[in-house]
């Protein structure tokens, strides 16, 4: 359908479409700072009188924002969404990927799905969450650096945390077909570096080749997710329903007739199981350096594999037990079981105490892509279930 249409549907469709269209313009790539668009939602909020918190992070270039709506002495809701996007590279696209084109039903941008069309949704709800007297507060909270870690999302966990009284439930709007998740993977992301002996690649046989044992390396990983696929443990509400490895970047040697001394890369565990992430992990790494570092040091005494973890985030666990759903349920959309994306639900938990769940606009297909749209019809189911959570606040 037509914008024009959808707006027949829900009367601020159109409010939400201009304000993604702005949220869009903003270059929000996670290596740039988000200060421009944290101060143009700061001022969007206060302007509507909401009680409104900046987080920066320690450089300063960065923050995170925190806008309450509502009484501060009741148990709220969180809205949840981040503000940074995936590198977008303009000669891939067919238009500009910072400014929005609408073509036919869809919308066209980077973050349009991931997930500025949810923080569009919001804040063309807000006005109407505004002008009514809430039962009970409604938070929005907007983060950086989600795309490479989750960086931004604890500190303001530990804030909500921090209050007389907490939130009891975060709706995190990462892109679910506006389906309600109950579930996300936790992931590990390594950095590993293979420190072997070079030399003239004539004596090759003399030397300990970083590329070829990180190649081994590579190889134990793919393994092991092959072990993760026969032998679980399973949870078939996922989309993958077992832990999954992946190698993902890969750097190494500097000439055709040099045997490289050094490799380095980077690979991810994606696990349903967070208390068993870490004991995966450790274990994973035990194998390799028992299969490979004794042969590697019989030829040289200092060869070493190094790991570092580039970063890692909490799994999100199933919140459908607990009190505050049971009450919001009714309101809630159909459950479309749980996902292997990440999301900052299990940041919440952790870090906050506060059960999560995935309700949000469009296509995680869409996500990371080029050319990413999201669909207007998703923007309008997603208008439509905030005005359902508007009349329960109200309650």
């Known amino acids: 359908m037509h914008a024009s249409a959808q707006s027949q549907q829900h009367p601020v469709l159109d409010y939400a479409i201009s304000h993604l269209t702005d949220l869009i313009a903003f270059d929000t790539t996670s290596k740039y700072s988000n200060l421009a668009i944290i101060e143009h939602l700061r001022s969007f909020f206060a302007d509507l009188g909401a009680d409104v918190s900046v987080l920066p992070n320690a450089s300063g270039e960065k923050a995170n924002l925190v806008a309450r709506i509502g009484p501060a002495d009741a148990p709220g809701i969180v809205l949840s969404g981040h503000t940074d996007v995936v590198p977008a590279d303009p000669k891939q696209w067919q238009s500009n990927p910072f400014d929005m084109q609408k073509r036919g039903s869809r919308l066209f941008g980077r973050g349009t799905c991931d997930m500025k069309g949810f923080v569009a949704c919001a804040m063309a709800a807000a006005p109407v969450f505004a002008e009514g007297k809430l039962k ?212 919440f938990e952790i870090y906050g105490g506060i059960p999560s769940v995935i309700i949000g606009p469009g296509s995680i297909r869409q996500a990371h892509k080029v050319d990413e749209f999201i669909e207007i019809e998703q923007l309008s189911q997603c208008l439509t279930f905030l005005d359902s959570l508007d009349t329960w606040m109200k309650r």
């Open 136 to 347: 009970r507060p409604l938070y929005f909270c907007f983060s950086h650096d989600e795309e490479v870690g989750c960086l931004g999302a604890p500190a303001i966990a530990k804030y909500l945390a921090s209050l007389d009284v907490p939130p009891e439930l975060a709706i995190i709007g990462e892109p679910s077909e506006m389906q309600l998740i109950n579930g996300q993977k936790g992931k590990i992301a390594m950095e590993v570096t293979v420190h072997g002996d070079g030399g003239h690649s004539s004596f090759s046989p003399q030397h300990v080749n970083a590329v070829e044992y990180a190649s081994r390396i590579i190889a134990m990983i793919g393994e092991r997710s092959k072990r993760y696929e026969r032998e679980g443990p399973f949870d078939q509400d996922f989309s993958v329903p077992h832990a999954t490895t992946l190698a993902t970047i890969i750097n190494g040697g500097v000439a055709t007739n040099i045997t490289p001394d050094a490799c380095n890369f980077i690979f991810e565990l994606r696990s349903i199981d967070q208390d068993a992430a870490q004991t995966d992990m450790q274990a994973l790494i035990a194998d390799v350096e028992a299969a490979l570092l004794p042969e590697m040091q019989a030829l040289a005494p200092k060869a070493r594999i190094d790991w570092e973890e580039v970063f890692s985030y909490p799994a999100m666990g199933d919140a459908t037990g607990c009190e505050t759903f049971k009450k919001i349920e009714p309101i809630l959309p159909a459950r479309g079981g749980k996902v292997s994306y990440g999301s900052e639900g299990g940041v």
